[in-house]
C-alpha cells in the first residue's frame, strides 16, 4: 500500500542510475527502513520496483541527502566492502544551534549505542560561516554510527537545528533537521564516482533567512 505519490516522488529523487546501483537524493521525513510507527520506508519503495534492490547504507528518517541502492547482489557487497573499509569517502552539511570553540578539528568520542556499548567515533569538521549564534558546519565522519553526527554536534556545544532528540530546548524545535549527507566519493573497478546532492527547500529557506552563507 505505497501511494503513487511516493514511488514518482522516489523516480524524481534519482540523481545518477547504471545497471549496477543508483544515487538517490532522500528528501526528510522518510525512514530508510521500516519500523514500529513507519508506514512505509525507501526499502519498501525499491521493493516494488525490483527485489534484487539493496540498500547498502542508512540515513536518519530526518536526514536529507544522498542515498546508494545497488540494484544486484554483487553491488550490494562491493558498496559493502567499501563501507566497512572507509572507503567511501562522505560529507555532510549541518546547520547548528550554537558555535564550536575551533574552527576545524578533529573528534574522537566515545558513543554509547542501543545495546549500551561504547562505539569509538572519528569525525571532521570545519565550520563554513557563522553568524548571530548559528554555524553552517561541513562533517566528515571517519565511522558510520547510528546519530554520530548529530552527537557529535550536540558535544561541541552546537547541536544540529531540529533536532528533537539532541537539541530538545531549541527555539529551533519546529525545524526538519537541518542535516544534510551532501557529498559521495568513492571508487569502483578504478572508476572514480562523486555526487552531490540538492540541498531540500526547508534547508536553502533556513540559510537565506538566517543570512548564512554556502
Same mark, same amino acid.
Not at 132 to 148: D, E, V, Y
Given at each position: ?49 525490483? /527485489?534484487?534492490?539493496? =540498500? ?6 530526518? &536526514?536529507?541527502? %544522498?542515498? !546508494?541502492? *545497488? +540494484? @544486484? ?60 549564534? /548559528?554555524?553552517?558546519? =561541513? ?6 554510527? &547510528?546519530?554520530? %553526527?548529530? !552527537?557529535? *554536534? +550536540? @558535544? ?59
Amino acid at each position: 500500500n505505497i501511494p503513487d505519490s511516493a514511488l514518482t516522488q522516489f523516480k524524481k529523487s534519482i540523481l545518477f542510475e547504471n545497471k549496477d546501483f543508483l544515487v538517490i537524493n532522500k528528501w526528510p521525513l522518510i525512514a530508510t527502513q521500516g519500523g514500529s510507527k513507519i508506514n512505509f520506508s525507501i526499502d519498501d519503495l525499491i521493493k516494488t520496483i525490483s /527485489l534484487d534492490y539493496r =540498500l547498502v547504507h542508512r540515513l536518519d528518517k530526518d &536526514t536529507s541527502g %544522498l542515498l !546508494i541502492i *545497488s +540494484k @544486484n547482489s554483487n553491488f550490494a557487497k562491493i558498496f559493502g566492502s567499501l563501507f566497512k573499509s572507509r572507503l567511501i569517502n562522505k560529507t555532510y552539511l549541518a546547520i547548528c544551534d550554537g558555535v564550536p570553540k575551533l574552527k576545524e578539528s578533529n573528534v574522537d568520542l566515545d558513543i554509547r549505542n542501543k545495546f549500551n556499548k561504547i562505539e569509538k567515533t572519528k569525525t571532521f569538521y570545519k565550520v563554513l560561516h557563522k553568524i548571530n549564534g /548559528l554555524s553552517l558546519i =561541513l562533517f566528515k565522519p571517519m565511522t558510520g554510527k &547510528t546519530h554520530q %553526527l548529530r !552527537i557529535v *554536534s +550536540k @558535544n561541541l556545544s552546537c547541536p544540529i537545528v531540529g533536532d528533537d532528540k539532541y537539541n530538545k530546548q531549541s527555539i529551533y524545535h519546529n525545524e526538519i533537521l537541518k542535516l544534510n549527507a551532501h557529498i559521495l566519493k568513492f571508487s569502483i573497478n578504478g572508476k572514480d564516482y562523486s555526487f552531490y546532492s540538492e540541498l531540500p527547500i526547508h534547508f536553502k529557506n533556513f540559510l537565506k533567512k538566517n543570512k548564512l552563507k554556502y
